[in-house]
Structure formats: structure tokens, C-alpha cells
């Protein structure tokens, strides 16, 4: 923003007009406008939309496609493909090297400084702010009358390293290293200063990853409610920290998803809603303290959004500890159910609860499995099966651990875990469950569930 006060031409009766005095008033203008969009705060220079040529840059050059902006001196830059106002392409070669470890790009134009010519020929050697053209411009009130006009584009430049040099307006665009094999690519980790987030790569997928996250997580504690069903919800108070957590995410989630479907949202916008959210996960999280959040640097968006970004992603892994440990079953042709306690957390599980979900009447379920049912490691099924043992055995129960999301229509078993059968089990990590028509897996839903000890 300028310090100094935009100073008005005046003008009189009878005054020659030159045009000095019509160039005062365009600048005059320009800085008002400019000093009044400052006046309102928030970011009022950067990139509003940017696209580069892949195809350019795998062939070792860098081309801009598409550029909206508007510069810190408040000039205002719009073009698209094979538009004029575009600047050249500019070739990497002598620059990013394979000693580079990032190449700085930017795109800039002359400043508008006194006594200094602004207009001049695009091929100039001296570049001048302006790039001008001469245009056959028609009448709009008389369609015959045709003039030549001079009309005057932003002469934009496209710099590498430390080219940009003291009298010229750029914006840092991007930063180019080099994958793998060799080949230039954008650093995804870059933040332009921009005044969309539609401008910034690493901004759009990380609200989009950060969204995906976020329903993934209410989805995993919504279906962690005790329902008894369709309308009614258990609520006990070791819940508290889960349903809270809860909240915040169902408050958040519509914000978040609107925030990944507009591109035309403000940095200074995206940072308050995620620091508010921040604000309520650390409610569950006591290492982090919401005073220390990043503050917001417009020239500097990477180190104001890649912590705060970490930041969340982290507590909402650590927010709520899972209060018991799904076991997937794979259901063979011959009805058989097979599944592997790999998850590390099943060592602590004290507690080991069977859901059967069936159309038959809960209370014939419950009185039906415990001697109908066969559960042994998979090594010991097959003998089981055969020998019309029970294996491990079951207990049906009407009100299974606090810790087990109930449903409606789901009939509960305790494993009994003092025999031989459990100890092959917990020993070959893997469990083999049986259970014949009508509660095989093609006519009911089965989940086996372990539930952590407390201590």
C-alpha cells in the first residue's frame, strides 16, 4: 500500500488540456481505488487463478497458460491461452541444474515510477511497464468510422532465481524441482500469495484430504452410538468426549466441504475456520495450546497453512481412543467365517463380543447359537466341525459392555475365553467361526468385537 495521498488534478475553465493532465487523473484514480481496497483489509494482492503448461514443463520450459492477479503495486493482470498479454516461456536449462534444489518463479512488470517512460514496444529491449499495440477500433455509434487506436497491456515478464531486480512489481509463483527421473515439476508444498484458494494447489488438496478425514471420523463415531433402536440413542457419561467430538465435526464438515468445492474463497477465510476448528480440538488434545497457532502471514501462506494443517490432522488421530477393536471376518462359500488379530491393539482386548444381525426373532437367536455355534482357531475348526464340539463357547448377554455401539435388531454373545480353544486362538492369531442356516453369513450380518481393558 502507498503512503502517499492521491493528489487530484484540477481543473478550470479555459485550461489547455494536455496530456499530462489526463495521465494524472488515470493515476490519480488508480490510487484511490488502490488505497481504498487496502482500507478494507484482508489480502488485496496475489494470484486469483493460475495455470501452467505441464507439457511445457516436462520439456524443460516454464509457460503460464492462464494468469488472473493482482500485483502489490495494485496493477491488475488477467489473461488466458495463446492470449497476447501472456509473457514468453522461459527455458529452465541454465537454471534448474542438478545442484538446484528448488528454482524460484516469478512473474512480475515494470513499477510506475516519475520521470520514467511507461509505454513502449513489447520487443523493446528496455522493458517498460505497458506493452503497446495499435488497433483499428470501430464507432460503436457509427459503424463506418473506424480509428487507430493505441492501447496499452501490462508487459509481463517471466523471472528465474534472483532475477527480480529493485523498480520491478512480482509475485512469487512458483517453485520448481525435479522429480525422480530428471523432469522439472511444481513444488506441491509451495503457497502462492494468492486471494483465492483456487490459486494454490497444496491449499485445494488439503481441504479436500482434510474433508475426507473429518467424515471419516464422524462416520467411525456415529456408528460407535448405542441405538436401540431406529429413533432412540443410549447416551452414558464415558460418552461425553466422543459425542462432543462428534459435534464438532458435524459443525464443521458442511463449512470444510463448501471450503473444497469453492476455489474463490479467501487464504484469510480458510485460515480463521480452520484455527476455530483447531480451537475445538484442542479441547481433546493437551499438548496443543491454541494461543501457539500459526498466525497468518499473507507473503508466506506454506508456513502459515502447512503447520496448522498438521496440526489437525494429528489431533483428530489422537482425539478419542477407540473404545473397541473391529476383527474383519471374510465369509467363505462353505459359510465358514475366517479372521486374522493382526491389529496390535487386540492384545489389550480382555473382552471379546460377537453381534449377529438376522430377520429371525432376537430371542431365538439368542437361544439358538450358543449350541449351534462352532469358534476355534483355523487350524482346530475343521476337527470341531466334525466332532460336533462347541469350541469356544458363547453367552448370549442382553446388555453387552458400555464399550460396544449397539444396534438395532443385533443379538449379543460373550466368548468364553477360559479353554484350550482360546488359547490356540490367541496364540495362532486367527479365529474360525461356524454358524450354520439360518445365521450363515448369506442370511445374517456377523461382527466380532474386542473390547480393550481399561487399565
Known amino acids: 500500500m502507498s503512503s502517499r495521498q492521491p493528489e487530484r488534478v484540477v481543473w478550470r475553465q479555459g485550461m489547455l488540456v494536455s496530456p499530462q493532465h489526463l495521465q494524472r487523473a488515470d493515476a490519480f484514480h488508480e490510487s484511490l481505488l488502490d488505497v481504498r481496497v487496502d482500507m478494507l483489509g484482508g489480502a488485496t494482492w496475489g494470484l486469483c487463478r493460475m495455470v501452467v503448461d505441464d507439457g511445457s514443463l516436462k520439456s524443460g520450459q516454464f509457460k503460464l497458460r492462464s494468469l488472473s492477479a493482482v500485483f502489490p503495486d495494485g496493477l491488475c493482470v488477467q489473461f488466458g491461452a495463446e492470449d497476447p498479454g501472456a509473457p514468453a516461456a522461459r527455458s529452465l536449462d541454465d537454471y534448474l541444474t542438478s545442484t538446484t534444489a528448488v528454482l524460484d518463479v516469478y512473474v512480475g512488470v515494470r513499477t510506475a515510477r516519475a520521470n520514467v517512460t511507461l509505454y513502449g514496444d513489447a520487443s523493446d529491449e528496455v522493458r517498460t511497464r505497458y506493452a503497446v499495440t495499435e488497433r483499428l477500433v470501430t464507432d460503436t455509434t457509427n459503424p463506418e468510422a473506424d480509428l487507430t487506436v493505441s492501447l496499452a497491456r501490462p508487459n509481463l515478464t517471466v523471472f528465474l532465481g534472483d532475477e527480480p531486480e529493485d523498480g520491478v512489481a512480482a509475485i512469487k509463483v512458483a517453485e ?23 490459486a494454490a494447489q497444496y491449499l485445494t488438496s488439503s481441504v479436500t484430504e482434510l474433508l475426507s478425514i473429518m467424515v471419516v471420523k464422524a462416520r467411525a463415531l456415529s456408528e460407535g452410538r448405542r441405538q436401540r433402536d431406529a429413533s432412540n440413542v443410549e447416551f452414558a457419561a464415558r460418552d461425553v468426549t466422543r459425542y462432543l467430538l462428534l459435534s464438532a465435526l458435524s459443525q464443521k464438515i458442511p463449512v470444510v466441504s463448501h471450503l473444497a468445492a469453492a476455489g474463490d474463497t479467501s487464504p484469510i477465510v480458510l485460515y480463521l475456520q480452520l484455527c476455530e476448528f483447531a480451537g475445538m480440538l484442542s479441547s481433546f488434545d493437551a499438548s496443543l495450546d491454541p494461543s501457539q497457532l500459526p498466525k497468518f502471514q499473507p507473503t508466506d501462506l506454506r508456513a502459515t497453512f502447512e503447520p496448522l494443517f498438521g496440526e489437525i490432522k494429528r489431533m483428530l488421530g489422537a482425539a478419542v481412543r477407540d473404545q473397541c477393536v473391529n476383527v474383519p471376518l471374510d465369509a467363505r462359500q462353505d459359510g465358514m467365517l475366517l479372521g486374522k488379530l493382526k491389529d496390535e491393539r487386540l492384545a489389550d482386548c480382555n473382552l471379546y463380543v460377537l453381534a449377529v444381525e438376522s430377520d429371525a426373532p432376537e430371542q431365538r437367536v439368542a437361544n439358538d447359537l450358543p449350541p449351534m455355534s462352532k469358534i476355534a482357531s483355523w487350524r482346530d475348526i475343521g476337527s470341531i466341525v466334525r466332532s460336533a464340539l462347541p ?3 458363547l453367552a448370549a448377554t442382553h446388555r453387552p459392555p458400555p464399550e460396544v455401539p449397539i444396534r438395532p ?22 479365529i474360525a467361526i461356524y454358524l450354520p442356516p439360518p445365521y450363515d453369513p448369506a442370511h445374517a450380518k456377523v461382527t466380532l468385537l474386542g473390547v480393550p481393558s481399561q487399565n
Not at 511444481?186 to 484458494?197: A, E, F, K
Open 176 to 198: 520448481l524441482v525435479r522429480d525422480s527421473s530428471g523432469t522439472p515439476q511444481l513444488s506441491r508444498t509451495y503457497v502462492p500469495p494468492c486471494m483465492q484458494i483456487g
Open 391 to 393: 469350541g469356544v463357547r
Open 409 to 430: 435388531r443385533q443379538v449379543y454373545f460373550l466368548l468364553k475365553l477360559d479353554g484350550a480353544h482360546w488359547q490356540n486362538i490367541a496364540r495362532d492369531r486367527n
